[in-house]
């Protein structure tokens, strides 16, 4: 059954949030179509999705609620789309949202929205409610709907970088790294590699998913220091040179990759050219055909990208800071 969704999407970059849950939802349900995107919202009809296994690998959304509304951003069509909620008679809690361009108070919106279900005959309770509604509002539109699953956002603080055993400077925070493995579209108990592996970051995201990752480093001391960061999940990690990779033909379900670039990044070959385009020739060897690469580095790759048999099907720009942009190529063999 084709249901409406909306997603709150977090604000930790302004594409990336919307593409990792559209990518989970091309996996994760029968079919999907996407509706409208608005500031921090993505809306999307959807059938059959797999709630637990969203809510259990979605790092950029804080949300799904299934919308029952899409209204006029006024609070008469809030209370009106409030007469025929579908609910059932447990405690509730309403709490509202302003997007970009409302004017709306949230207090009010609550308010308004509140007091028509209670004249339906249900019972508030601000503490420990068993429904969440929800509104999100914005100049012109508002939604309204049950929240169905709430994003556990708070695991990623303690797998912040500089808290685990080793920590190297330049690793990627949790959350992005999380949202990059799944842009890669790779399933549980299938292989996921990153010939880059340095602290293990990727590794830890997919091991915690249930993914079988490989990490491939050339430093012994970054290999060990990453074994470490991975104690008590189920990875692989090998010291090993991305451009002689040790892994047989098509013999991995997807590759993230964070390219070591910058003039503290050791590398191992004649020229960074060198590097990029003889290791994107081995990963074009070892990725089962129609699975999917992403592929970080600090310079834009599509033309390289290209010359490796790859298609590129999505970018994205993070800027870092004043001397650093990472460029995200998500791309298919």
Not at 33 to 39: K, Q, V
Not at 247 to 269: K, T
Not at 285 to 314: K, N
């Amino acid at each position: 059954m084709t249901k409406l969704y909306a997603f709150e999407l977090s604000g930790e970059h302004p594409t990336i949030p919307k593409s990792e849950a559209l990518a989970l939802l091309e996996m994760f349900s029968s079919r999907y179509r996407e509706i409208a995107t608005l500031d921090r919202c993505l809306l999307v009809e959807v059938e059959d999705p797999n709630l637990a296994i969203l809510s259990a690998r979605l790092a950029m959304t804080h949300r799904i609620v299934e919308a029952s509304a899409v209204v006029d951003a006024s609070l008469e069509a809030l209370m009106k789309a409030a007469k025929d909620l579908p609910m059932q008679m447990h405690p509730y809690r309403v709490r509202a949202k302003r997007l970009v361009g409302s004017t709306i108070p949230n207090d009010q919106v609550e308010r308004k929205v509140g007091s028509v279900l209670w004249e339906r005959g249900y019972k508030a309770d601000l503490k420990n409610p068993e429904i969440e509604v929800r509104a999100f509002t914005t100049e012109d539109t508002a939604i309204l709907g049950l929240e169905l699953v709430k994003v556990d956002r708070g695991s990623f603080q303690a797998r912040r970088p500089h808290l685990k055993p080793f920590f190297h400077p330049g690793a990627m925070g949790p959350r992005m790294a999380r949202a990059l493995v799944n842009l890669a579209q790779v399933r549980s108990g299938e292989r996921l590699l990153d010939p880059f592996s340095g602290t293990g970051g990727f590794l830890v995201e997919a091991g915690l998913m249930g993914l079988q990752g490989v990490g491939v480093d050339a430093e012994e001391e970054i290999v060990r220091g990453a074994m470490s960061n991975l104690s008590g999940i189920h990875c692989s990690q090998i010291m090993g040179d991305a451009k002689r990779l040790p892994l047989r033909d098509c013999s991995v379900e997807g590759v993230v990759s964070d390219a070591p670039y910058g003039r503290s990044a050791r590398i191992q070959a004649d020229s960074r050219d060198e590097l990029l385009a003889r290791s994107l020739e081995e990963l074009h060897r070892v990725l089962v055909s129609g699975r999917q690469i992403v592929f970080v580095d600090d310079e834009p790759l599509r033309e390289t990208m290209r010359d490796a048999g790859f298609e590129v099907i999505d970018y994205h720009r993070e800027r870092v800071h004043r001397s650093l942009t990472r460029h995200i190529h998500i791309c298919r063999k």
